[in-house]
């Protein structure tokens, strides 16, 4: 099957998403019932895609000499595709309920509906021209949803996020320029594509403003206030699109510049690569710090999501197929645990109307399962074993140490400070949950706070995504064959 192929799933969902808010649908069940339909089609289609299409790929548009719109299912877009396409359906689900009698909501899921396709377009991308066009898509269309309540707080944090991701892309619009001189109009190429006569120190800045350009959707320091305030956002919201799709995107598109353009023979031992690695690594920490001391529910999932982000760019600058096969697989289980801490967060927000950590107390007992599985998804964000986050994390402890680099072993003390700063933000949760603290149970008097389990649409996916959990921490080899593959250029 032609790669011409993949502008469909890419296009289905912006069309389908658009024509949403001319059609106006307010009945709940029709737009319901349209949205669904739509994303479980382009979840088929992009399956369909990554099992027909071949790596050869296509030019759509041709600029000029280097810089055209091309796209390409290689085994890194096959990987990135797949995560997304599972996640959306259930996300949607869940949205369904969350959003129940939302003003507005046609134009909340239209737009929750295009950004599925703009996210499949950064993963489909053959070349830094083309990632480059979708990663500034994927701003336009979120904004609406980071500032959908449009009171004071959601509008500063859709301006804050433009303002951040905007301006980040205009860092990272010089690396693109410069990255698509010197690969002769050459798409990704495992070990880099950069050929030509060209100033290795020129090079290596412009590395440096492709990291942070493309670090501030993956939230690196000092780039990363906008996510903590983005949490202002409908919890369908931050449970994918800054759990999943957006900061991933940005550890995607850092994967893409590093592995894919640069390669590891231009990059290691060089100062730019030095200085990438030691922000990654004081972010790691610097995070998981903020989330200790934030009281803020959503806002605290947010700081650790920064500090995670940073994980998966610490294994990915280690520069050695280890680090890079661990770094993906970070970013795999790191969604899949993420997804669901913020849905069980906004389940909670959603049943009770409350929003901060002390006013947890007691639920627990009211809202057995949700926090049940909160428990479960916080002990493999730690990195116990028998859950996925224990495998991504021996992953990068692994890759660090082998990599023998004075910064890798700093980044490995790193990654064991913050797993302890991570028992601390998120067991603290289910302590008050299960056992108040202070010994008073504010759900005990239900005249004054109502709390009660979920319904079936919202626990689905919850309980489904906790399960993917388990099941990778007990049975993770296909995946991480799959992933080892990739990491080594194999496939």
């Known amino acids: 099957m032609s790669s011409l192929f993949l502008i469909i799933p890419i296009l289905f969902p912006i069309i389908g998403g658009y024509l949403m808010i001319p059609l106006n649908l307010e009945n709940k069940l029709i737009r319901n019932i349209y949205s669904m339909t739509v994303v479980c089609i382009t979840s088929v289609l992009t399956w369909i895609a990554l099992l027909k299409v071949g790596v050869v790929g296509t030019t759509l548009y041709s600029f000029t000499r280097g810089f055209s719109i091309d796209l390409r299912a290689d085994a890194p877009a096959k990987m990135f595709a797949l995560m997304v396409s599972i996640m959306w359906p259930l996300v949607m689900l869940y949205a369904f309920e969350y959003m129940a009698g939302a003003r507005r909501a046609n134009s909340f899921f239209a737009f929750y509906v295009m950004t599925y396709g703009v996210t499949l377009g950064v993963a489909f991308a053959a070349n830094m021209t083309t990632l480059y066009m979708f990663y500034e898509m994927l701003s336009l269309v979120t904004i609406p949803l980071v500032s959908y309540y449009a009171n004071h707080e959601s509008m500063f944090a859709g301006r804050k996020y433009a303002a951040y991701t905007i301006g980040g892309a205009s860092l990272a619009f010089f690396a693109v320029v410069m990255t698509s001189i010197y690969n ?163 389940a909670f927000m959603h049943e009770t109307i409350k929003s901060y950590v002390f006013e947890i107390n007691g639920v627990g007992r009211k809202m057995p399962v949700t926090f049940a599985t909160y428990t479960i998804s916080s002990l493999s964000l730690i990195g116990i074993p028998g859950l996925c986050g224990f495998i991504s994390k021996f992953h990068l402890v692994m890759s660090g140490l082998g990599a023998g680099t004075a910064l890798a072993h700093i980044g490995c003390a790193a990654l064991m400070i913050a797993a302890f700063l991570c028992a601390i933000y998120t067991l603290t949760v289910t302590v008050r949950a ?50 080892e593959q990739i990491a080594r250029g194999l496939i």
């Open 434 to 483: 299960f056992f108040p603290m202070d010994g008073t149970d504010r759900y005990e008097n239900t005249d004054e706070y109502v709390a009660k389990e979920v319904n079936a649409l919202m626990l689905i996916p919850i309980c489904t995504f906790t399960l993917i959990n388990i099941v990778f921490g007990v049975w993770p080899a296909p995946l991480t064959g799959i992933i």
């Open 184 to 346: 002769g109009a050459g798409n990704f190429l495992y070990g880099g594509n950069l050929w030509g006569p060209y100033d290795p120190k020129l090079m290596q800045i412009v590395f440096l403003f492709g990291f942070f350009g493309f670090g501030v959707k993956a939230a690196i320091f000092p780039l990363h206030s906008w996510l903590p305030t983005a949490s202002v956002a409908p919890t369908p919201v931050t449970a994918l699109l800054h759990a999943v799709a957006v900061v991933n995107s940005g550890v995607f598109a850092i994967v893409r510049l590093a592995w894919y353009t640069y390669g590891p023979d231009v990059l290691q031992g060089t100062l730019a690569l030095k200085i990438a690695q030691a922000f990654a690594i004081f972010t790691i920490v610097y995070a998981a710090g903020l989330a200790v001391k934030e009281r803020h529910f959503k806002r605290r999932l947010a700081c650790s999501t920064i500090s995670n982000l940073s994980y998966m760019l610490f294994g990915v600058l280690l520069m050695t197929p280890e680090g890079l096969e661990a770094g993906l697989l970070h970013m795999i289980f790191h969604g899949i645990i993420k997804i669901t801490l913020f849905m069980c967060a906004g």
